[in-house]
């Protein structure tokens, strides 16, 4: 039940759709998948949680992994349409103050 | 106090059955009368604890979560079918885990003495 | 045959928490590959044995219902914590819940001798 | 989750929405408003299960006893779109031979 999708975006953005559940039971997939995606790309990052249903700490933390990875590309992670219930674990563990949080809706 | 109903999940400390303690969560969790808001805080809960336990390898059998109904609130223990070592926070106040936990739920005790390594409580219409 | 893993749930024998063992049990079977179809059949099937063991006041305490899971199917058993009178489908082959779980899984057995009232199989990519 | 709401359907027959789960929880209120339902009326019941995602024998039961009090009245159940799931049980126990079974989709 969790999926990670490359899309797309045209501009200058590496854009990759989560879907499902990210826990301990997906948290390996969901590193090693977003991490062959991110390669060696110059882009920002954006992961596309508007179809994401469920994340916790694990989830995060490869999160704020990416962002390092990134950070060390000249690069940013940005969070795109999470759902009411992702953005709550963003804001109480401050990483909406670290992460680009965007709302296109 | 005594609970009104307590219910037991006794489940192999495998990543894999962590989503069907997050389930059964929810079904007690709406029994009770939490709105959907309250539900999700108790499933990101108990998976925080659950998946502590099985990344510390803390326990190589099985866990035990026993969620106690209250008129007001909700309990939930969990407890270990084998001895072990009991700093599944190691980190402390700074871990994520644990700050998750702790904003989301109204208590939480570590190796409280009711044979349990971690309790946390949930109040229904929880002021905020 | 040992099973791979299992689940145990403990819940009051009350109404209201029977679709919390259907919650878990759809939890339980969808992490073993089951398709939508045979998922229904499971939680149906568990559905009548414990609103039978509940509406024949079988038992006034809790139900462990124990989920074995095996490569190739479920098996699960209904145990009670009290002893008590084991004809909870005394309407026999006539009866209507029986004659569901019949057609609905694969095997069933009352009475066995592990401890269990009863004892139900389902099995994987079943030959229709 | 289970909910009972009277149709007006116009036509000699007497419109049931069913919706949600019949278990042992909800079957005391689906057998007290089902009857409630049914009174005296002269009509066929029709029960709509479009929107019944779960039924089992205590349901089934139920349905049964109403159909006995419509035959008294010299009237009929009907039920009306019912889901794969719950025509399955409907199919395994034979009472899909003992009422009307209608799908109008
Ligand atoms: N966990 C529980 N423990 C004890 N009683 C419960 C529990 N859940 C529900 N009940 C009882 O069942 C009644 C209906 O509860 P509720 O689940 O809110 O109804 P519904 O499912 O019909 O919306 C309540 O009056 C309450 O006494
Ligand atoms: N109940 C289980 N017991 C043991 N191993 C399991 C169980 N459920 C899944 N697995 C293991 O997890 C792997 C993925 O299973 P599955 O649940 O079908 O994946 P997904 O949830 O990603 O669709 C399988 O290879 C299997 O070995």
Redesign the pocket.
């Known amino acids: ?2 999926e990670l999708v490359l899309g797309n975006s045209g501009g200058n953005e590496k854009l990759v759709f989560l879907r499902g559940e990210i826990d301990i ?2 948290a390996p ?1 969901f590193r090693e998948n977003l991490f062959q995606a991110i390669g060696d790309c110059k882009e920002d990052i954006v992961l596309d949680c508007s179809e994401l249903s469920y994340i916790d700490s694990m989830g995060l933390g490869i999160m704020v992994a990416a962002l390092k990875r990134a950070k060390q590309n000249d690069s940013n992670v940005r969070i795109r349409n999470p759902k009411p219930n992702v953005k709550k674990l963003f804001k109480i563990t401050g990483l909406d103050k670290v992460f680009i949080m965007e709302d296109s809706k | 106090m005594k609970p009104l109903d307590s219910v037991s999940v006794l489940v ?1 400390a ?1 990543a ?2 962590v ?1 069907v303690v997050r389930l059964t969560a929810s079904g007690i969790a709406s029994r009770l009368g939490f709105d959907i808001d309250d539900i999700e805080d108790i499933k990101v809960s108990i998976s925080e604890v659950i998946s502590r336990m099985i990344d510390k390898r803390v326990s190589s059998g099985r866990i035990a979560i026993d969620f106690h109904l209250f008129s007001d609130s909700i309990r939930i223990d969990f407890r270990l079918s084998d001895s072990s070592p009991k700093d599944i926070f190691a980190g402390g106040a700074d871990d994520l885990a644990f700050e998750i936990i702790r904003s989301l739920m109204d208590e939480v005790n570590l190796n409280t003495d009711n044979q349990a390594l971690l309790s946390m409580v949930k109040k229904l219409e929880r002021a905020v």
Request: proline share 10%.
């Open positions: 039940m969790f039971y997906s997939d | 192999p495998k894999e059955y989503s």
